[in-house]
């Protein structure tokens, strides 16, 4: 087909497909934190407190002080070699290792919630590269409004201002998918495997909310429990074995329990003086996990009577976390290629 010379330029048709993760800082100053913590913050789906309540509390006080901590915790796991956070560069990892996955007709791009890249830049890249039909992919394996729905509230509000809209799906949470539980078993199984040590009991920690959010309907916290009672079927293990906890909280609401460092705390007093952590809820290591969990965590563990702690990574960019993402977008795409 011929267009007109004085045609607007028509791309060829292409399938893109999106990755989204949390955020991060642009780097670990101060000032990036503080910009970062801003929008983050700032989300009506991750503060559920009025704006008018909520905004003069975090512009007064949050944001003059927490920033300091926040940047000297990024400081603490930031690539100084590659100069970015673990969270940007394993994501990107993870879309290139997926760029020829799907065939020459998909492009697959990667964002960030909350920083850079963001989810508008990508949408417009994939647009301008032909793509009319696009599957936005949240990196969350368990459901909650404060993650995967404001994924989607970002994207939609971004197609407001867009005449020609693609065709959209998105990635449904995959907490039971079997796919998922043998690639965190598998990896699991590895972790221990390295280890010169046998843990007396195995935590997995998962990102912590508020609880009123389970009261209000969140399926989070529901997911996150089959998730651990699937992965201990998987191992053939005991409740006592892999336990569940939930890390993060911030604020003085109550928070989903049982608390990760106060498990962590009190395990030595129950004669559990050896410990291996996983954080399932995470599809690629960060600042809470390595910081928080690795090496807070670990020192917790260690202050209270430990003896022995690992934390055995996340999927991340390895070959049965890249497999797990092509298993699950490929279904997505069903239909579409």
Known sequence: MTLPPDHPRVAA??????????????????PAVRRYLAEFLSDRRVVEIPPLIWQ??????????????????????????GGDSPLRAITRDQAEALKTAFGDRVMVEWAMRYGQPSIADKLSALKEAGCDRILIAPLYPQYSAATTATVSDRVFDILKGW???????????YHDDPAYIDAVAASLRAGLAALDFEPDVVLTSFHGMPERT????????????????LLREAMGWSEDRLRISFQSRFGRAEWLKPYTDATLEALPGEGKRKVALIAPGFSADCLETLEEIAMEGAEIFQHAGGERFAYIPCLNASEGGVALLKTLLERELAGWI
């Open 214 to 229: 389970l009261m209000l309907g969140d399926p989070y916290h529901c997911q996150c429990q089959k998730t651990a009672r």
């Open 163 to 173: 005449r020609w809209q693609p065709a959209l799906r998105t990635l449904p949470p």
């Open 13 to 30: 048709r292409r399938i893109g497909v999106l990755l989204v993760n949390l955020g991060t800082p642009d780097d670990p100053s101060v």
């Open 56 to 81: 003069p509390i975090l512009r007064g006080v949050i944001l003059n002080t927490r920033p300091k901590r926040s940047a000297a915790a990024y400081a603490k796991v930031w690539d100084q070699t």
